[in-house]
């Protein structure tokens, strides 16, 4: 007959040979309320100085929508545009501008536009910390300086993203 204290030892034996040595929790930042709703509101208002009626979206690394303004006067499309701007960021790790050029040289970039809440149309930002995408933020409806829009709320928060 083994004793409790041989019996607990190898029953500890067998759970240290059954987990793997490396196995262990994620340690990873997350995006914040706060800090979402500082990116949005300072890249709507960078670009009502410039004269344009926006929408911006800030999603999560899930691609789930933390924050999203619309400006008075702003088109309909634009909300919708700019979440799909967003997630496309935050899914493919890189701005939709270079998404868009990447479509010239890799064919499955065109492909990739099919999917659901994907869309090929400059204004989306992936969000890092480090080399890690914590989220994406997406603006619509200033031709031509969505990403500049973007980029001043980021700008805000840039010392919170380390």
Not at 6 to 17: G, S
Request: hydrophobic content about 45%.
């Amino acid at each position: 007959m083994l004793t409790t204290t041989v019996r607990l030892a190898l029953v500890a034996l067998a759970c240290a040979v059954v987990a793997p040595a490396s196995a262990q929790l994620l340690q990873r930042k997350e995006l914040s309320y706060p800090t979402a709703l500082t990116i949005a509101q300072a890249a709507l208002d960078d670009c009502k100085a410039r004269g344009y009626a926006t929408s911006v979206v800030v999603v999560d690394r899930g691609g789930n929508t933390v924050v999203a303004l619309r400006a008075d006067n702003a088109s309909v499309h634009t909300m919708e545009n700019a979440r799909r701007k967003a997630y496309t960021a935050m899914t493919f790790k890189m701005t939709t501008a270079e998404f868009i050029k990447e479509m010239a040289t890799r064919p499955v970039r065109r492909e990739q536009t099919t999917l659901p809440n994907v869309i090929a149309i400059d204004g989306g930002v992936p969000l890092k910390v480090g080399d890690d995408v914590i989220g994406g933020v997406g603006l619509s409806g200033s031709p031509g300086v969505d990403e500049q829009c973007v980029m001043a709320g980021i700008n805000k928060v840039k010392d919170q993203l380390q």
